[in-house]
């Protein structure tokens, strides 16, 4: 149902806090002027309730078209059955018997993705950052046994790895290598998508080259076909490890499992993260023999690997990695892209990127922030990814009718 229309909000909706505040007025304190939360980001006012499939409901029964699910962490959509069923047999069975102790979820999960990934062994942990974190760390092991103490990670602008220390100086965000100095040294950026960059960039102290097969915050920036295959043959030449960060782009969401196979390349490192949980904090770091070094005390965390959360990645794992769900999400994809070229002609945008199911679109001018906010109002949750960029990362179960609506509603917030 359409929320109805009122003009454009400045902010995503003006007016909600007080109708929410009647309905419940245990909530009157809460106003954005003495939040208890430490303020990171303007979230809208409406507060978020319940999800299913491709849709949320918030406090006041407004429902949304979910085309954010959560930065592409719903893969299976809202509440998926399956999830929740797993969840609550999981949950009375065991939660965390230690990282210490063997638990059964999280020795098939490894074994699911070795054998999906054609890798070696696997590392589970609670978020995407501390995934690269442990990948790091790998490499800088590595290059302490191969390579004479290289530790140095060829790194590329415009990248996101998350927002640890680590991982922020990982990342390509110019602004954040002034936040929180000193940065933690290591990492050499270079232009992504460009090749001859990275060659120029090595050196003896480097011992690795982490990229993301497409780049995900960074608007969706698809590289030309050949770049991945380039960095491996470099790596090889080198002798250095091609680390993928596949945490945006693996377990379907570009329509193959990884988004690595339809570069047909074989990394030394993957990480995944995001829909891999489908909702549930859940990530993993997955190497090849020769780089798989770690051993005993090298690496550990409380929560790593507990069976609540590997029990979803392995039901998560079983659906996506079929073959009919994978075509599924192809065959949305197109119809996705084919429905934004559309506008793209019509509106005078700039291009379509994406595969799988995330897209985004390149506007003309900066007023992704303003569209988005409309989107809000008409019951639609897109991404702003950049000021000029929308991106679109729906559920991996959305149907045509989804797409439809997803659309009409799109258009009217254009
Ligand atoms: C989201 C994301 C991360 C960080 O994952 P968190 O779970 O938020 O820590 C890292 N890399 C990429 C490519 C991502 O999209």
């Known amino acids: 149902m359409l929320t109805p229309q009122s003009p454009i909000p400045t902010q995503f909706v003006s007016g909600v806090q007080a109708d929410i505040a009647s309905a419940n007025p245990s909530l009157s304190s809460i106003n954005a002027s003495a939040?208890?939360?430490?303020?990171?980001?303007?979230?809208?006012?409406?507060?978020?309730?319940?999800?299913s499939g491709s849709y949320l409901w918030d406090e006041r029964g407004t429902q949304y078209l979910d085309f954010i699910q959560g930065w592409a962490v719903n893969s299976l959509g809202h509440c998926a059955p399956e999830v929740s069923e797993v969840l609550a047999k999981q949950s009375q069975t065991l939660l965390t018997p230690s990282p210490a102790l063997h638990n059964r979820p999280?020795?098939?999960?490894?074994?699911?993705?070795i054998a999906l990934s054609g890798l070696h062994q696997a590392h589970f942990t609670n978020s995407g950052a501390e995934a690269n974190e442990v990948a790091i760390k790998l490499a800088r092991k590595w290059g302490q046994l191969h390579r004479q103490g290289a530790y140095r990670i060829i790194t590329t602008d415009n990248a996101f790895h998350g927002r640890t220390l680590a991982t922020m100086a990982a990342s390509g965000k110019p602004e954040w290598q002034k936040m929180y100095q000193p940065n933690i040294d290591g990492f050499l950026k270079v232009p992504f998508d460009d090749l001859g960059a990275v060659t120029a960039a090595i050196d003896p102290s480097v011992v690795a080259i982490m990229v993301e097969p497409i780049q995900g915050e960074g608007g969706v920036v698809v590289p030309e076909t050949g770049y991945l295959h380039g960095l491996q043959e470099v790596a090889q030449q080198h002798n250095l490890l091609l680390i993928l960060d596949e945490i945006q782009t693996g377990i379907g969401r570009t329509g193959s499992l990884f988004a690595f196979q339809q570069a047909a390349v074989k990394p030394d490192v993957i990480t995944l993260g995001k829909g891999l949980g489908a909702g549930v904090p859940l990530a993993a770091v997955v190497a090849s023999e020769r780089a798989s070094c770690f051993v005993n005390g090298d690496q550990g965390g409380t929560y790593n690997g507990n069976p609540l959360m590997t029990a979803v990645g392995l039901s998560v794992l079983?659906?996506?990695?079929?073959?009919?769900?994978?075509?599924?999400?192809?065959v949305m994809g197109t119809t996705l892209n084919q429905g934004l070229t559309k506008r793209v002609e019509h509106h005078r945008f700039k291009e379509v990127?994406?595969?799988?199911?995330?897209?985004?679109?390149?506007?003309?001018?900066?007023k992704a922030a303003e569209i988005t906010a409309r989107a809000f109002a008409n019951g639609l949750l897109i991404n702003p990814a950049k000021p000029d960029v929308l991106r679109f990362m729906p559920s991996l179960r959305v149907n045509s009718i989804e797409l439809e609506e997803f659309f009409q509603r799109l258009d009217a917030s254009l």
Do not use: C, D, K, Y
């Not at 939040?35 to 507060?47: D, F, Q, V, Y």
């Not at 079983?318 to 192809?330: D, G, K, P, R, Y």
């Not at 990127?353 to 900066?366: D, I, N």
């Open 353 to 366: 990127r994406g595969r799988g199911l995330l897209w985004a679109l390149q506007l003309a001018e900066p």
């Open 35 to 51: 939040s208890p939360l430490m303020p990171i980001t303007n979230r809208p006012e409406a507060i978020m309730s319940r999800g």
């Open 106 to 113: 999280q020795l098939e999960l490894a074994q699911q993705l």
């Open 318 to 330: 079983n659906t996506v990695s079929q073959a009919e769900f994978l075509h599924h999400i192809q």
